[in-house]
């Protein structure tokens, strides 16, 4: 290894990403002087962890700093100076121009490393300066919500539904705060699929949140010290304090200005190794571009894994160059609990497909998280993404009260490996009751994706109902009992153990057109679509069946659906 012996690291920002890439180096080289930059008063905190001290699940504000500059400086020998803040860049003489407490100073650098991050996103909202308008970013951020909290609020707007605002508007409702939850997005968590999001919802409005999607905040006012809430809608919320979480800037302005090529949103462009287009700059983190795995779009990723991972790999590329892995390509997997749910997705979905221009077959599955026989057995609600022709898994998405990291961590993999849909079937998964199935849920995957792609099954989706309606003959294959509890109003009722029995009077009520056959889950109507291919007849069988559909109409549902007394 060469010797690094009068080179210094200057490393602008800590927490996920710079520390890692510091801590990397000082592992990499024992005598390297290593200094990083942190314009706030904690250098490494648990970010992930500011709603659940909000909420109260974490008792202790000291539990969410990671490490200090005094351990970091005793462990790693590191140089932290934190209430740093980075005012300017000569890159062509190599020099960053810093503000601290005893004021300006110029600090030489051989290679720096930007990890700036992002700032809580403003939207043109006039009034979002009132006092009770406060953002969840940063330790101090959460103790003062906190203190809020514990000195009498009794009431919050959470604008933006992603992670953070989910997670904020929970741990403010364990508090015991009445809490309105308000998304600009036609639904919660905008990433997740809509069929999937309208699971979140109602567990939110199980919680007691309310919830208004597909709306904007107009404006904010002032009445007696709390904030009035003006949505587009005409509805006003008043409320002890208002959470602003509707997205991120990155901040890069002073780097830019010293021309570091950024994106139109401002977000640094680096290489494959995390270099930016100035010499021996790197950059990584929230506030750079990342190539999606899937689509190829290129957009920041906000997520605490990406960060670390490619803290560590830029590091590697500094210190052994010519021998350090290249940054991979983000899957965007991620998670979040809500109440008794847990919501996880990776690779792409829908919107991220159709921008790219890429087909794909969507799967629909609602299996159970282990054995059903073994008490406690919860339903896994699935969406998989697949290529039509290769069967390479595109992006898979999941709701449920148990189970759903695991699944979505494996099918993570899966794509991460390129494996096609159909081979999730030789996956040697671990199996005992009370933690699965034979038939693991990722395995059935495997199987439906198999027959899709062989012919053997064919869907029709959530999104072709008004061909289904119009076009197809419904045949609803549910138990009279189950029919009774709600069912498209063109649609005929025979048990899948009727079918056979009832094939005449299936052709003379289809009169040639083709048969959109749905059950509760998929599972019954992928029989009655068999015995229907088997006779010859053109059938199709609903993905996810009534369990999909119903998610899918959301508020619609009540009204379309009929019910009537059981037969």
Same mark, same amino acid.
């Given at each position: 290894?060469?010797?690094? %012996?009068?080179? &210094?690291?200057? #490393? *602008?920002? @800590?927490? +996920?990403?710079?520390?890692?890439? =510091? $801590?990397?180096?000082? /592992?990499?080289?024992?005598?390297?002087?290593?200094?990083?930059?942190?314009?706030?008063?904690?250098?490494?905190?648990?970010?992930?962890?500011?709603?659940?001290?909000?909420?109260?699940?974490?008792?202790?504000?000291?539990?969410?700093?990671?490490?200090?500059?005094?351990?970091?400086?005793?462990?790693?020998?590191?140089?932290?100076?934190?209430?740093?803040?980075?005012?300017?860049?000569?890159?062509?003489?190599?020099?960053?121009?810093?503000?601290?407490?005893?004021?300006?100073?110029?600090?030489?650098?051989?290679?720096?490393?930007?990890?700036?991050?992002?700032?809580?996103?403003?939207?043109?909202?006039?009034?979002?300066?009132?006092?009770?308008?406060?953002?969840?970013?940063?330790?101090?951020?959460?103790?003062?919500?906190?203190?809020?909290?514990? %000195?009498?609020? &009794?009431?919050? #707007? *959470?604008? @933006?539904? +992603?992670?953070?605002?989910?997670? =904020? $508007?929970?741990?403010? /409702?364990?508090?015991?705060?009445?809490?309105?939850?308000?998304?600009?997005?036609?639904?919660?968590?905008?990433?997740?699929?809509?069929?999937?999001?309208?699971?979140?919802?109602?567990?939110?409005?199980?919680?007691?949140?309310?919830?208004?999607?597909?709306?904007?905040?107009?404006?904010?006012?002032?009445?007696?010290?709390?904030?009035?809430?003006?949505?587009?809608?005409?509805?006003?919320?008043?409320?002890?304090?208002?959470?602003?979480?509707?997205?991120?800037?990155?901040?890069?302005?002073?780097?830019?200005?010293?021309?570091?090529?950024?994106?139109?949103?401002?977000?640094?462009?680096?290489?494959?190794?995390?270099?930016?287009?100035?010499?021996?700059?790197?950059?990584?983190?929230?506030?750079?571009?990342?190539?999606?795995?899937?689509?190829?779009?290129?957009?920041?990723?906000?997520?605490?894994?990406?960060?670390?991972?490619?803290?560590?790999?830029? $590091?590697?590329?500094?210190?052994?160059?010519?021998?350090?892995?290249?940054?991979?390509?983000?899957?965007?997997?991620?998670?979040?609990?809500?109440?008794?749910?847990?919501?996880?997705?990776?690779?792409?979905?829908?919107?991220?497909?159709?921008?790219?221009?890429?087909?794909?077959?969507?799967?629909?599955?609602?299996?159970?998280?282990?054995?059903?026989?073994?008490?406690?057995?919860?339903?896994?609600?699935?969406?998989?993404?697949?290529?039509?022709?290769?069967?390479?898994?595109?992006?898979?998405?999941?709701?449920?009260?148990?189970?759903?990291?695991?699944?979505?961590?494996?099918?993570?993999?899966?794509?991460?490996?390129?494996?096609?849909?159909?081979?999730?079937?030789?996956?040697?998964?671990?199996?005992?009751?009370?933690?699965?199935?034979?038939?693991?849920?990722?395995?059935?995957?495997?199987?439906?994706?198999?027959?899709?792609?062989?012919?053997?099954?064919?869907?029709?989706?959530?999104?072709?109902?008004?061909?289904?309606?119009?076009?197809?003959?419904?045949?609803?294959?549910?138990?009279?009992?189950?029919?009774?509890?709600?069912?498209?109003?063109?649609?005929?009722?025979?048990?899948?153990?009727?079918?056979?029995?009832?094939?005449?009077?299936?052709?003379?009520?289809?009169?040639?057109?083709?048969?959109?056959?749905?059950?509760?889950?998929?599972?019954?109507?992928?029989?009655?679509?068999?015995?229907?291919?088997?006779?010859?007849?053109?059938?199709?069988?609903?993905?996810?069946?009534?369990?999909?559909?119903?998610?899918?109409?959301?508020?619609?549902?009540?009204?379309?659906?009929?019910?009537?007394?059981?037969?």
């Amino acid at each position: 290894m060469q010797d690094m %012996s009068t080179h &210094r690291y200057v #490393v *602008v920002g @800590g927490v +996920g990403g710079g520390m890692a890439a =510091a $801590a990397r180096l000082r /592992r990499l080289d024992e005598t390297a002087e290593i200094v990083v930059i942190e314009q706030g008063g904690e250098v490494s905190f648990a970010s992930c962890g500011l709603p659940y001290f909000l909420g109260g699940e974490i008792a202790d504000e000291s539990a969410l700093l990671v490490q200090t500059p005094e351990s970091l400086a005793a462990a790693l020998n590191l140089d932290v100076r934190v209430h740093h803040r980075a005012d300017g860049l000569d890159a062509a003489h190599q020099v960053l121009r810093v503000t601290g407490p005893d004021g300006p100073y110029e600090l030489a650098y051989d290679h720096l490393i930007l990890s700036p991050g992002a700032r809580s996103a403003r939207p043109p909202v006039p009034g979002l300066d009132h006092p009770a308008v406060k953002t969840l970013r940063t330790v101090p951020d959460a103790v003062e919500l906190r203190e809020m909290v514990q %000195s009498g609020a &009794r009431s919050a #707007v *959470v604008l @933006g539904a +992603g992670f953070v605002g989910l997670e =904020a $508007a929970e741990g403010l /409702r364990r508090q015991g705060l009445a809490v309105h939850l308000v998304e600009a997005a036609p639904h919660v968590l905008p990433p997740l699929e809509r069929e999937l999001a309208w699971l979140v919802r109602q567990e939110l409005v199980r919680l007691g949140i309310d919830v208004h999607d597909g709306v904007v905040a107009r404006s904010i006012e002032d009445d007696a010290g709390q904030a009035v809430v003006h949505l587009a809608d005409g509805t006003i919320l008043t409320a002890d304090l208002v959470i602003l979480s509707t997205g991120t800037v990155p901040n890069t302005e002073v780097f830019a200005e010293a021309g570091c090529a950024c994106d139109e949103k401002g977000a640094l462009v680096v290489d494959e190794h995390g270099h930016t287009n100035l010499p021996a700059v790197w950059a990584i983190g929230d506030a750079t571009v990342s190539t999606d795995a899937v689509t190829r779009a290129r957009r920041p990723v906000a997520l605490s894994g990406p960060a670390s991972r490619a803290g560590r790999l830029v $590091a590697d590329a500094i210190a052994r160059a010519g021998r350090a892995r290249v940054l991979p390509a983000p899957l965007g997997t991620a998670i979040v609990r809500i109440g008794g749910q847990t919501a996880a997705m990776t690779g792409a979905n829908r919107s991220g497909l159709t921008t790219a221009g890429l087909p794909f077959t969507t799967l629909h599955l609602h299996p159970l998280h282990h054995a059903g026989y073994f008490p406690g057995a919860q339903t896994i609600h699935l969406v998989v993404h697949l290529d039509p022709q290769s069967g390479r898994l595109l992006g898979a998405q999941a709701v449920g009260a148990a189970g759903v990291d695991r699944r979505i961590d494996v099918l993570a993999t899966a794509i991460r490996a390129g494996l096609s849909a159909p081979d999730l079937i030789d996956l040697d998964l671990c199996y005992s009751p009370p933690y699965g199935s034979s038939k693991d849920p990722v395995t059935m995957v495997g199987f439906l994706a198999d027959n899709v792609l062989t012919g053997q099954t064919r869907l029709w989706q959530p999104d072709e109902l008004d061909w289904a309606r119009s076009k197809a003959f419904l045949l609803d294959v549910r138990s009279a009992d189950e029919f009774a509890t709600g069912h498209l109003p063109e649609a005929v009722n025979i048990p899948h153990t009727q079918v056979r029995g009832r094939l005449p009077e299936i052709v003379r009520l289809a009169a040639g057109r083709p048969i959109a056959v749905l059950c509760a889950s998929g599972v019954r109507s992928y029989l009655a679509h068999r015995i229907l291919i088997a006779a010859g007849l053109p059938s199709r069988t609903l993905s996810g069946g009534m369990l999909t559909l119903r998610a899918w109409l959301g508020f619609a549902a009540d009204t379309l659906l009929v019910k009537e007394t059981a037969r």
